[in-house]
Nanobody
Framework: QVHVAESGGGSVQVGASLRLSCAYS????????VGWFRQAPGKDRELVAF????????HYEDSAKGRFNISRDKIETAVYLQMNNLKPEDTAVYYC?????????????????WGQGTQVTVSS
């Protein structure tokens, strides 16, 4: 069992930045692919970005390209999502998810362990 915990959410103004953190531990492996998803009110949960298990691939959905950056710490126990130039449409609960796959697909079913989520609210 892998324990996943997000932090770093908050309420900010349009154009501000936030850095979300995802700490993960446990399980039989030390290497996992990690993704960030978000769920806005009344909408389905959607992928925002992921980093592959070997950290060789970083994928961003169109909504995140050019504004968000996903990174992993050197000891591979945390992944970060730096979010810049935030917009009201970025308002959502952000979830970190861990996958045993080398390169996970875009769906929720491609991820094995989930955090509880952290709220991001962007107001104009």
């Amino acid at each position: 069992q892998v324990h996943v915990a997000e932090s770093g959410g908050g309420s900010v103004q349009v154009g501000a930045s936030l850095r979300l953190s995802c700490a993960y531990s446990g399980g039989t492996s030390t290497k996992y692919a990690v993704g960030w998803f978000r769920q806005a009110p009344g909408k389905d949960r959607e992928l925002v970005a992921f980093v592959s298990r070997a950290s060789t691939i970083k994928h961003y959905e169109d909504s995140a390209k050019g504004r968000f950056n996903i990174s992993r710490d050197k000891i591979e126990t945390a992944v970060y999502l730096q979010m810049n130039n935030l917009k009201p449409e970025d308002t959502a609960v952000y979830y970190c998810a861990v996958s045993r796959s080398m390169v996970p697909g875009p769906g929720e079913s491609d991820y094995d362990y989930w955090g509880q989520g952290t709220q991001v609210t962007v107001s104009s």
